[in-house]
């Protein structure tokens, strides 16, 4: 079939709801989507290598924060969703959205083993007449330099003949009360035009946030990279205002509010203990990788990053400090950690800088435990860890110290306050409590 043959026979089958629709990847981006496609009328694949995803989602079993328990069910039950580790299925779809992890190596540089391993194994099954799109965050080139000759070697087919292929970054914020997979705006850069226009058609079917279409894959890739860097540079512009505000006596929290007050030409970001979750802490050490390729070296935002990576150590040399106010050593202190999540009200723990907050702790010889109303318990570095099934006054009485690193809305502050020797809060959740004698902030 000819591509413009192939555009409007993809166009007519997106327009009628005909399309079958395959998501790689059931997690915290592929599952909301693959959701909302068969909310929105198009039968769906999910697949997964991971066996206990493939047979939650069979029962209709959410795992998911922002998915509706009763959605998912819903749509297992009605035959609009099914979930599988077998990937001949893909020969069946229509549309293929790849939402794998991109991680960083053990040297801080792109994994793309994820994203290879899937395209490999699409790429043997891939029919003609198929939509691929990589959601997967990664550096500019990789849909065009990485995806596309392994699509196009396994399957035989040719990109922009046989079959489009695109970028569209996923645009995911865990616990966004407002902004979820349906309402966000899209971005969508394919090779070829018609493959922009198909891709972007498959998602305006879907969602209804705008769709954007841009001129090429690399441009969305760049878009979405830089859609966190510029977190990461104005979250390392305050972490390290806030260093410096402790040592003059200045309350940065304070001076944050007194300049968003300003309407224009200010947005008011704030400090903590560390960057987490699935892009953020990760996305400028793809770029900064790419960028030394052309023999370029981004050193802002390199600087960001050494920044933000060192504010684990710094919370732990402060709590030091507290201690010493108490004639207390780290060293045999008994500190309580509040939230393990990497942001509040998830029980997301992917890079959370609380989980180095305590490794870093245990390392000087402090003894230390946690609460976490969302994650009783989390893994890492192949060992699994228990928290506190809950906190009282008795047991907050027993801390040296409580270190408040996840914002969640379901703790009673004002118990821990009343209750604890000492509090140092990273995440100025306490500042509306009037008797703040006990307490010390970033």
């Not at 969640?408 to 004002?414: A, L, P, Q, S, W």
């Amino acid at each position: 079939m000819k591509g413009n043959d192939m555009k409007e026979l993809l166009l007519d089958k997106i327009q009628h709801r005909t399309a079958l629709i395959g998501v790689v990847g059931l997690g915290y981006v592929g599952l909301p989507l693959a959701v909302e496609k068969a909310k929105a009328g198009f039968r769906t694949i999910g697949f997964d290598v991971q066996p206990g995803k493939v047979d939650m989602v069979n029962r209709g079993e959410n795992y998911i924060g922002d998915v509706v328990d009763s959605d998912l069910a819903s749509l297992v039950r009605s035959g609009m969703l099914r979930a599988t580790n077998r990937f001949d299925f893909i020969e069946e779809v229509d549309f293929i959205a790849i939402c794998v992890p991109t991680p960083l190596d053990a040297h801080q540089q792109p994994d793309t083993g994820y994203v290879k391993s899937s395209v490999e194994s699409i790429a043997s099954h891939l029919k003609k007449d198929t939509v691929v799109v990589l959601e997967s965050t990664t550096y500019p080139g990789t849909t065009r330099d990485l995806v596309k000759p392994i699509l196009e070697r396994g399957s035989g087919l040719k990109c922009g003949e046989d079959f489009y292929l695109a970028f569209s970054p996923e645009r995911v914020d865990p616990g966004n009360l407002f902004y979820k997979t349906k309402n966000t705006p899209k971005v969508v850069g394919g090779i070829g035009r018609d493959a922009t226009e198909v891709a972007a058609a498959m998602y305006r079917a879907v969602l209804d946030g705008e769709v954007l279409e841009v001129s090429s894959p690399e441009v969305a890739e760049m878009e979405k990279i830089l859609e966190n860097t510029y977190r990461n540079v104005n979250i390392a512009l305050v972490n390290e205002l806030a260093m410096l505000c402790q040592k003059m006596g200045i309350n940065v929290w304070e001076v944050i509010d007194a300049a968003k007050t300003k309407p224009y030409g200010f947005q008011a970001f704030y400090p903590g203990p560390g960057l987490g979750g699935h892009c953020i802490p990760l996305d400028p050490y793809y770029l900064s990788w790419k960028a030394r390729e052309y023999g370029f070296h981004t050193s802002m935002i390199e600087s960001s990053m050494m920044i933000n990576d060192r504010m684990p150590e710094y919370c732990v040399s402060r709590a030091s400090q507290i201690l010493n106010q108490f004639q207390k050593p780290l060293n045999g202190s008994k500190i309580l950690i509040l939230g393990v999540a990497y942001k509040q009200d998830v029980n997301d723990y992917r890079e959370s800088p609380a989980i180095r907050v305590i490794n870093e702790l245990r390392k000087n010889h402090a003894i230390v435990d946690y609460f976490d109303p969302w994650i009783p318990q989390y893994r890492d570095k192949g060992k699994w860890y228990s928290g506190l099934l809950g906190i009282n006054e008795q047991k907050l009485a027993q801390y040296d110290l409580v270190m408040v690193t996840a914002a969640h809305t379901n703790v009673d502050y004002g118990m821990v306050q009343k209750n604890a020797a000492a509090v140092f809060d990273t995440k100025n959740v306490m500042k509306d409590i009037p008797d703040r004698e006990n307490i010390w902030v970033l």
